[in-house]
């Protein structure tokens, strides 16, 4: 990821009390990251920032659309995102990432980067299965089955365990288990 210090929020400068930060992300903000889930959207991100001497709380709200490309049919769409996250960032003797949702940092930081964090919440939002809203009210094939069978060797009819036709070789070498 490039440096930008336009998502980089300032904390030595701020008061203990609560702050807002507005951010508009597309995609200049998608082509800092060297990935290939997202390379267009446009969504804007509230943030809200409340410190104390002792911890600092970032509450997220983003949303608006990400462009994908459908699993399907290779068709662009916009998938609507909107996701609401908490980071908890407190005071310790060195900068270590202790949780998803906690970061510790030491008392001389100046500036905390969050675009890394807004990446990763984007992405948590996206659907493992990307479908182009046309297909998404299409009903599965079998909704019962846990899996598809692709491909299989075994012709219509065949027996499953034909052990009558089997190489005495075979055998042996199955008994030197």
């Not at 500036?111 to 807004?118: D, G, K």
Request: aromatic residues 8%; glycine residues 4%; charged residues 30%.
């Amino acid at each position: 990821m490039k440096k930008d210090s336009q998502y980089d929020l300032n904390i030595a400068k701020l008061a203990s009390k609560t702050h807002h930060f507005a951010f508009e992300l597309g995609r200049a903000f998608f082509e800092q990251f060297e990935q290939n889930l997202i390379q267009d959207g446009q969504l804007h991100a509230d943030v809200e920032l409340t410190k104390t001497d002792l911890l600092i709380t970032l509450d997220f709200h983003i949303y608006g659309t990400v462009r994908l490309t459908c699993d399907r049919s290779l068709d662009e769409f916009d998938q609507p995102i909107d996701v609401r996250h908490s980071l908890r960032v407190r005071f310790g003797d060195q900068n270590l990432e202790l949780d998803d949702d906690v970061l510790q940092i030491t008392p001389e930081t100046q500036v905390l980067p969050i675009a890394q964090h807004l990446f990763d919440y984007i992405g948590l939002a996206i659907p493992m299965k990307k479908l182009h809203p046309r297909f998404q009210n299409e009903p599965d094939e079998n909704p019962d089955a846990d899996t598809k069978l692709i491909f299989s060797t075994r012709q219509p009819g065949d027996p499953e365990d034909d052990d009558e036709g089997t190489d005495p070789r075979w055998d042996a070498l199955r008994n030197l288990n």
